[in-house]
Nanobody, 127 residues
Framework: QVQLVESGGGLVQPGGSLRLSCAAS????????IGWFRQAPGKEREGVSC????????DYADSVKGRFTVSRDNAKNTVYLQMNSLKPEDTAVYYC????????????????????WGQGTQVTVSS
């Protein structure tokens, strides 16, 4: 079975931390750039972070830069998103996705170039 499964979401207080996992099965994740996206109700989906498979470089949205860290563990076929100093505006459903096509190894924040998505995990930041 080919799938991506996000986990690690939950309820945290402002200033707290959470680590999200994106685990792949049925394919080798390290062939692909992996993007993290989030969507809050009534809001447009936005790119949060990305890790490439070309050189392992990472990209971050300005809103999370310095607070979030994306990493890859190829042995576990899993990508992580470490989220620190969480803010209420980080509340959203978080998705991971693999990029497709000829640029599949390279990062992008354009969701349309990602062709395989997980089901998402809810992150709620509230006191």
């Amino acid at each position: 079975q080919v799938q991506l499964v996000e986990s690690g979401g939950g309820l945290v207080q402002p200033g707290g931390s959470l680590r999200l996992s994106c685990a792949a099965s049925g394919f080798t994740l390290d062939y692909y750039a992996i993007g993290w996206f989030r969507q809050a109700p009534g809001k447009e989906r936005e790119g949060v972070s990305c890790i490439s498979s070309s050189d392992g470089s990472t990209d971050y949205a300005d809103s999370v830069k310095g607070r979030f860290t994306v990493s890859r563990d190829n042995a576990k076929n899993t990508v992580y998103l470490q989220m620190n100093s969480l803010k209420p505006e980080d509340t959203a459903v978080y998705y991971c996705a693999t990029r497709g096509g000829s640029g599949s190894r390279y990062c992008s924040f354009w969701g349309a170039v990602f062709d395989f998505w997980g089901q998402g995990t809810q992150v709620t930041v509230s006191s």
